[in-house]
């Protein structure tokens, strides 16, 4: 499986917040999208979950533009935004039920993806009595209960605990172990180090960018 963005373009009157974005990725990859602040890294990223339209370019997988195709990207992609996606009435267990049947639920919290995000111990915490990690936690439980082959994630750990972003990061490794492609919005040095290529976001522009451990180079690059 491949993923091919070509030509996305978007911007907002006259501001123009991405010039024919392009980037190729295969399955079992992790793909960084590095940027400052209001780069337009999350804007991207709700262009290709479907959130909002780009005004230029295709989102293809294997050829299929998954921009125009709806069901298709539906089936094949999971997405989790910077913000809190989840109902902050109910808890762990009673979000989870919007997005699995009783039977998966339960064999998932056993042995599969939400026993790995330890989301279990937690399971009856009402969403807004809950810390960071443990919302981000679910949050990805959720966006995953169909098994997405793509995973968009919008800085996946940012401020979260060193325990937490452990759990987190031992997931993303299995997702790519098991054939999955992750891409990464983030200026995080910890979620650099997972992905397999980088491109820097940067005045609309995407370019390929390679980390090698110097942070002033990349801070350089960012300003």
């Known amino acids: 499986m491949i993923i091919e963005l070509s030509g996305i373009q978007k911007a907002y009157k006259h501001n123009v917040v991405l010039k024919n974005v392009s980037l190729t990725a295969k399955e079992g990859s992790c793909v960084g999208i590095l940027g400052g602040n209001g780069c337009g890294k999350s804007t991207l990223l709700t262009i290709l979950a479907g959130v909002q339209k780009a005004d230029g370019g295709t989102f293809s997988c294997d ?42 639920l339960k064999r998932e919290l056993d042995q599969g993806v939400l026993a790995m995000l330890d989301i279990g111990s937690f399971l009856k915490v009402p969403v807004h009595k809950m810390s960071g ?8 439980g959720c966006a995953v209960a169909a098994k997405p082959k793509i995973l968009l994630l ?20 299995t997702y790519k172990g098991e054939g999955g492609i992750l891409l990464m919005a983030t200026h995080d040095l910890q979620e650099i180090s997972l992905c397999d290529q980088c491109y820097l976001l940067k005045d609309g522009m995407l370019t390929p960018y390679v980390y090698d451990g110097d942070i002033h180079r990349l801070a350089g690059s960012l300003s």
């Open 63 to 104: 050829g299929a533009d998954l921009l125009t195709n709806t069901a298709l990207r539906n089936t094949l992609l999971g997405y989790v935004p910077q913000d809190n996606p989840l109902i902050e009435e109910l808890n762990a267990w009673d979000n989870l039920r919007m997005w699995y049947d009783s039977k998966t």
């Open 154 to 173: 919008d800085e996946p750990s940012s401020a979260l605990d060193l325990v937490c972003k452990e759990k987190i990061y031992n997931y993303f490794e």
């Open 133 to 140: 990690g443990m919302k981000k936690r679910l949050s990805i």
